[in-house]
């Protein structure tokens, strides 16, 4: 039988506002989102009053190995991705790491990005180390890509090389994903030229950091269609700047947001979003507007991912969702101020993973084992065993292990 279930009265995220609709959802796929929609016979029915709906958040840039803490460094800052890549691969926290079993770390990814409202992310590494890890994580992975490390001097040997990878992700209607200006030296400052003339700069093109960027990179963007990927944390722990984002929206950039990896990056996407609210304001003595950073975490990736419909809750598309209980005004957009607490509940293709106690029977009603966490005196039910996951890394390098980007057990 397939499941069928009815959110009523939410505050729902359509065409860039909140409105108070109901929402039906059957099998893996939203049905109807419509006023006043009747439930059939066998639906589960809930009032969402006072609550909003949102597509679930999108992760557009992680690397799911490195899901470990503490960060690295800080204090030094570097002119290149590689400079800090090597005291990283030379601390004790990467040693540490690498008695801990891939999957256990991708694990580690994928509920460090659960908790925080994430359904889909991007983890940037060959489809090779990926591919054993694909559908039975606790969120959805973006699998079709073509790829390149980086562009220039120091990069990775990832694909086939970037002109080859485009062109296959042109023919494809994948996204082509690369680190690009990943860095303030010399050879960041021309890899957007170098990528041009590997006729890899196009619509297909997605571009993680872009840190030191002027006019005349960015209009080139423009031109191309491109789209960037913002992660303010990461750059201000490894350089101590960032992208001149104003400029990009400015100017029109498709731009989504990232967490980048653990030992720099944020330690989770909630954070990121507080950050990346907060840093805008430091730099240009303006408000990022709550919708901006909204579309940067559903919209905007789905453009840049090719992942269907930019306005993820249409009938027909997957069922992708996010309920916020945050006390605010309900039709008041406001991302950069929630906390664990207020992640209510996380469906991921139609399927509940994690969500506030009062959903339990909805839990029940899909045959889901889950497990218990207490999130600031409030009582989560999610999908598997983070615990269990927990002492698995505990007992691999030896003692009891925190981790920042999970709640306290």
């Avoid at 005196?377 to 925190?402: E, I």
Wanted: proline content about 5%; charged content about 20%; aromatic content about 10%.
């Amino acid at each position: 039988m397939t499941n069928s279930v009815l959110f009523q009265s939410g505050s729902i995220y359509r065409n860039g506002k909140l409105e108070t609709l109901d929402l039906l959802l059957e099998g893996e796929k939203i049905t109807a989102v419509d006023s006043s929609l009747s439930p059939k016979p066998d639906t589960i029915t809930l009032s969402l009053k006072g609550k909003k709906l949102y597509p679930g958040f999108i992760n557009s840039h992680d690397h799911l190995l490195a899901s470990y803490l503490p960060k690295v460094g800080g204090t030094e800052k570097h002119q290149s991705w590689l400079s800090y890549d090597n005291l990283y691969k030379s601390s004790g926290v990467f040693a540490e790491r690498q008695q801990v079993d891939p999957e256990i770390l991708y694990y580690l990814g994928a509920y460090k990005n659960l908790f925080a409202g994430v359904t889909t992310v991007f983890d940037h590494i060959p489809h090779h180390v990926q591919n054993p890890f694909r559908g039975i994580l606790p969120v959805k992975l973006i699998s079709d890509y073509t790829l390149a490390h980086s562009v220039g001097n120091y990069s990775l040997g990832w694909g086939e090389g970037p002109a080859l990878e485009y062109r296959m992700a042109e023919h494809a209607g994948l996204p082509f994903v690369t680190h690009l200006a990943e860095g303030l030296d010399d050879d960041s400052k021309q890899s957007l030229r170098y990528l041009e003339k590997m006729d890899a700069l196009g619509g297909h093109s997605v571009l993680v950091h872009c840190l030191p960027f002027g006019q005349k990179e960015v209009e080139k963007i423009v031109e191309k269609g491109a789209s960037v990927v913002w992660c303010p944390t990461s750059n201000l722990h490894i350089f101590g700047k960032t992208t001149n984002i104003k400029l990009f929206l400015d100017m029109g950039v498709n731009v989504c947001l990232g967490t980048d990896y653990s030992p720099s990056g944020s330690v989770h996407l909630l954070e990121e979003l507080k950050t990346a609210k907060s840093i805008y304001f430091g730099l240009y003595g303006e408000e990022l507007p709550e919708s901006t950073l909204l579309k940067m975490i559903t919209e905007n990736p789905r453009k840049a991912f090719r992942l269907g419909n930019p306005d993820a809750l249409m009938p027909g598309l997957s069922a992708d969702l996010l309920i916020i209980n945050d006390d605010k005004n309900t039709k008041e957009i406001n991302v950069s101020d929630l906390s664990w607490k207020q992640i209510d509940l996380v469906v991921i293709d139609g399927y509940p993973i994690y969500g506030s106690q009062e959903y339990k029977s909805l839990f029940l009603r899909f045959g889901l084992e889950t497990e218990e966490l207490s999130i600031d005196g409030n009582t989560k039910l999610v999908a598997g065993s983070p615990k269990k996951l927990l002492k698995q890394v505990s007992d691999s390098v030896g003692y009891k292990k925190s981790l920042a980007f999970l709640p306290n057990f």
